[in-house]
């Protein structure tokens, strides 16, 4: 017997046939002998409409009533599962986050999970009762609703698992695990059995749209085994695969992947935007100035390239940060020109970062030569590079994304 968290997203409750379908694959672990609790997402689109109608009633308003607002798709999910659970013959209780409670920080409309107080859920669960919890909600400081931001259940899912000393957490989604890059842009990229953590949040953070960011994290920080399924497979077909591990990819400790590639996946976003500031005054401080306001406006930063002078009295600083946040980024830039000391400022939105990931990289030489040799033979500029000990990430115009992708998915190797 186990203890197993399942998590189904937006498109696995979709509407009623589909949460009949969510049903089936609970009872079948209920009857394998597992405790389950369940964490449930909005029916799809539920949550764009529900935030549509708060900026309809008011372009500025209350971000406490934003959350008593979308917090009801989840209610409604976790309401209609355990109804037809109970049709069903499987004992269920919905429960919503301030009942369990997760507690989170007071930044409503994003906030972050800060404690989970597990053991009513504990004992629901080892009486024989599927707890079925509302996702992406938890209580804050003040007593009312808190939402975690988009792709909070996948938090969610995560935090209840580490609360309740879960022996897994299953993220049940539209594909049936992590591919070595999107299947959509490359027709021979192939499902990953195993990702390391820190592999898994590279890929999150750098346009991987399998899992959210914070539950990547808080899945490494709690060990939190995870597997990424498909809540489309049939219920009733074989859920084991040979090693005794469910059919998927499982997110795991490094430690439990014995072979590890050089590189595990190649990763793009096109949530790019570059602002170049030309001819800025090359001293002490300049940087400080330039990105101080940024990071006061709550913008991410992420690619710096500064460029040497050859006079060494002016230089030029390049970076990106999410296209969402270019025109805002431009307007703090522009408002501290007497502070920074500029000629001019220029941008594109027009890019797309490609990313180069494995854990293998540690301990391979050559890994980005082979990644700038390969681009450069299809004739791909590179605006801007950064690395880190598992990753190279490049800026390119975004006309050659599947290109570069493509490319780099055969150059190591990854082409199924």
Known sequence: MARLVMKFGGTSVADLERIRNVARHVKREVE???????????????????VGYTRDAAALHDAREYDAVVASG??????????????????????????????????????????????????RLER???AVCAGFQGVAPDNRLATLGRGGSDTSAVAIAAA???????????????????PRVVAKATRLERVAFEEM???????????????VEMAMVHGVRTFVRSSFDDPDAPQISADGTPVGTLICDEDEILEQQVVTGIAYSKDEAQISIRNVADKPGIASRVFGPLAEGNINVDMIVQNISPDGKTTDITFTVPESDYERARKVIEENVEEIGFENIEGATDVVKVSVIGMGMRSHAGVAAQCFE?????????????????????????AYTELAVRTLHSLYGLDG
Not at 201 to 215: I, P, T
Not at 374 to 398: P, Q
């Open 128 to 130: 024989g009762q599927v």
């Open 164 to 182: 309740i000393q879960a022996d897994r957490c299953d993220i049940y989604t539209d594909v049936d695990g992590v591919y070595t890059t999107d």
């Open 32 to 50: 394998a002998g597992n405790q389950v609790a369940v964490v449930v997402s909005a029916m799809a689109g539920v949550t764009n409409t529900l």
């Open 201 to 215: 949040l590279e890929m999150a953070s750098l346009g991987a749209k399998v899992l959210q960011v914070r539950s």
């Open 374 to 398: 390969g681009l450069a033979e299809k004739g791909i500029n590179i605006r801007a590079i950064t690395t880190s000990e598992i990753k190279i990430s490049v800026l390119i115009d975004s």
């Open 74 to 123: 989840e209610q409604v999910t976790s309401g209609l599962l355990a109804i037809v659970l109970q049709d069903m013959g499987v004992e269920a209780r919905s429960w919503q986050g301030w009942q369990i409670p997760i507690r989170t920080n007071e930044a409503h409309g994003a906030a972050r999970i800060e404690s989970i107080e597990g053991q009513t859920l504990i004992e």
